[in-house]
């Protein structure tokens, strides 16, 4: 069992920055591809950036592309969202997600479906 737990959200004006946080309980942490999603008030919940267990593959969303970076450091159990230039409509509830069974593929995954662990999220406000 894998718990996950996001940290960094709060309120940000359109134009600025935060990064969040996800602390992965997993013994062997580079043996899991990660990713963030969020969902956003009325809407389903959409794959925003993926990492494989390396590190070194990664994927984001188009909506996204240029703005958000995903990455990991594998010593300390964590995976980051960068989040720059954010927008009113970034704001959502962003969820940190896991999928084990990596170790050899070293691939990142974007459904929601692919993910056995999923975090309690955390809440990101953009105002205009």
């Known amino acids: 069992q894998v718990q996950l737990v996001e940290s960094g959200g709060g309120l940000v004006q359109a134009g600025g920055s935060l990064r969040l946080s996800c602390a992965a309980s997993?013994?062997?942490?580079?043996?899991?591809?990660m990713g963030w999603f969020r969902q956003a008030p009325g809407k389903e919940r959409e794959f925003v950036a993926a990492?494989?267990?390396?590190?070194?593959?990664?994927y984001s969303a188009e909506s996204v592309k240029g703005r958000f970076t995903i990455s990991r450091e594998n010593a300390e159990n964590t995976v980051y969202l960068q989040m720059n230039s954010m927008k009113p409509e970034d704001k959502a509830v962003y969820y940190c997600?896991?999928?084990?069974?990596?170790?050899?593929?070293?691939?990142?995954?974007?459904?929601?479906?692919?993910?056995?662990?999923w975090g309690q999220g955390t809440q990101v406000t953009v105002s205009s």
């Open positions: 997600a896991a999928r084990g069974g990596t170790y050899l593929s070293d691939t990142y995954y974007v459904n929601l479906n692919d993910y056995n662990y």
């Open positions: 997993a013994r062997t942490f580079r043996g899991y591809a």
């Open positions: 990492v494989s267990g390396s590190g070194r593959n990664t």
